[in-house]
């Protein structure tokens, strides 16, 4: 008899014998772990590749973002569409050799000999007359001995120019005692005045050219010759190799402080205050030192200024004090740094207290080189104010406060460069914004609004050079023109093309 009881159990145990896996192997195991490792592998792989194109990418933040767009308002990148043009027109012919010399003494200080120099490449041009490399001013308030070779790449400058000008380093032996033509040439003279100049030819064989700066129209002209003198101020005229090296330095290190630097010129110096009788802050003691100054110096004809009269009409540079307020009001940190490009300021440490009020991060060459740097140019200023004109020129933002030979060299120089952003504060109106602030009657909050206004189209934008203020007759209307050294716009900067015409 069967026991009932012992079924499902027998049953239980045929199935389980039925579906049971047979023993691993080690060589089982093995297959299957690597199968499992290669199917990770392949999931791995494809699942990040498909990363980029399923998760978004991860933008800036908001605080990010407005401090991109403040950087680019504040401190513009130049202008797209304008690039240098300077080569010749088809029309233009390479210079020819000549037995016909012009010396020069060069008058001023750095930039108003470099941009003299300048003119008379394109009077040698003009006349087919050699050049003499210039003697360069050492009576001048700076007594700067320096030699054109100590301020410039001479090698450079002749053999950039060796297609439009001869140019020589000396008058040739034999010509040194002939009798030469003294000559002052009339300022801002157009094409037809040295086409008749030409006439001393005829009895000299070397002109001696007193003073070289503004000898020439800043329009007018004919476009080769403006072009040429593009090309002598900015691709023939450079440096000499320890200035440009040094300067370079102190451009990399400016940027490795901060990254991006305002180069402000503060020609809030002895001699401009005294040359333009500005007298506006000083104590009475420094007033009348100026004064004396300004009655001592012969070639100054103007000696009985009125100083209020002076600032009313923004003929006075802006004060470190009012600098301060002004950069303020455009919207500039007190963050930023500031390189103050400039000689001794009128009343040294306590005039930069009141910008440091404003702007803490103040630096200054002997703060961006070493002593042993500076060393070689020390006692030559016009060396030591090259170094502020490379620094300046390639800042992020450039402001000055007085248009001087400076002021306007570096600006032309920015503007040739894409339009670097320049800006160049309206003195004349700025004077009653800062009497109303020490009146107590400017309300808090409009400054930054009015001072933005006054100054929205002052910031180097592309625009054609100004010609001569309205009204005025004779040859005093070439005085108030823009200078071409200061805006070569349309001449020597083009539109549309990207490329960079270099001759």
């Not at 195991?29 to 980029?52: E, G, K, N």
């Not at 933040?61 to 010749?88: I, M, T, Y």
């Not at 006439?199 to 000299?204: A, C, N, R, S």
């Amino acid at each position: 008899m069967v026991n009932s009881r012992s079924f499902p159990q027998l049953r239980n145990s045929t199935t389980r014998s039925k579906f049971l896996l047979p023993k691993p192997t080690p060589f089982s195991i093995t297959l299957y772990f690597s199968i499992l490792i290669c199917f990770s592998i392949l999931l791995f792989f494809f699942s990040t590749r498909q990363i980029p194109e399923t998760e978004p990418k991860l933008l800036p933040s908001n605080e990010s973002q407005e401090e991109q767009l403040r950087d680019q308002e504040l401190l513009g990148a130049g202008n797209v569409g304008f690039h240098p043009c300077v080569k010749p027109t088809s029309r233009y012919k390479e210079a020819q050799e000549s037995n016909r010399y012009i010396t020069v003494r060069s008058n001023g200080g750095l930039n108003q000999m470099r941009t003299g120099i300048c003119d008379m490449v394109a009077v040698a041009r003009i006349m087919n007359a050699t050049l003499v490399i210039p003697q360069l001013d050492k009576k001048s308030f700076w007594r700067d001995t320096s030699k054109f070779s100590d301020i410039f790449d001479e090698l450079h400058f002749i053999t950039a120019l060796q297609k439009d000008v001869r140019i020589v380093k000396e008058l040739p032996k034999d010509l040194e005692s002939v009798p030469r033509a003294r000559k002052h040439f009339t300022s801002w003279s157009g094409l037809s005045y040295y086409e008749e100049m030409k006439h001393l030819w005829e009895d000299f064989q070397v002109i001696n050219v007193v003073k070289s700066d503004s000898r020439l129209a800043n329009n007018g002209l004919p476009l080769d010759i403006q072009r040429l003198r593009c090309r002598a101020l900015y691709h023939a005229l450079h440096f000499s190799p320890p200035i440009e090296s040094l300067g370079k330095k102190m451009v990399e290190r400016l940027r490795s402080r901060e990254g991006k630097y305002i180069a402000l010129h503060l020609r809030y110096e002895k001699d401009m205050l005294a040359f333009t009788g500005c007298t506006y802050g000083l104590t009475d003691a420094e007033a009348e030192e100026l004064r004396l100054m300004r009655e001592n110096t012969n070639h100054w004809k103007v000696k009985n200024i009125n100083s209020t009269e002076q600032r009313n009409e923004g003929f006075c540079p802006l004060t470190p004090k009012e600098v301060g307020i002004f950069l303020q009001a455009l919207g500039y940190p007190p963050s930023t740094l500031v390189y103050i490009a400039a000689g001794g300021i009128y009343g040294g440490e306590t005039r930069f207290s009141e910008l440091r009020t404003y702007f803490p991060k103040l630096v200054f060459k002997e703060s961006v080189a070493t002593l042993e740097e500076l060393k070689m140019f020390a006692n030559h200023a016009s060396q030591t104010a090259a170094l502020d004109y490379i620094v300046s020129v390639e800042s992020d933002l450039f402001v000055s406060s007085y248009s001087g030979n400076m002021a306007r060299a570096v600006e032309g120089h920015r503007r040739f460069l894409g339009h670097r952003k320049t800006i160049t504060p309206d003195r004349k109106r700025l004077v009653d914004v800062f009497d109303k602030i020490e009146r107590g009657e400017l309300q808090e909050g409009l400054l930054s609004s009015i001072v933005k206004q006054l100054h929205k189209n002052r910031q180097g934008g592309p625009r054609k050079r100004e010609g001569p203020l309205f009204g005025i007759k004779g040859r005093g209307r070439f005085k108030t023109e823009e200078s071409f050294y200061e805006n070569p716009y349309p001449e020597c900067i083009c539109r549309s093309k990207k490329r960079v015409d270099a001759p």
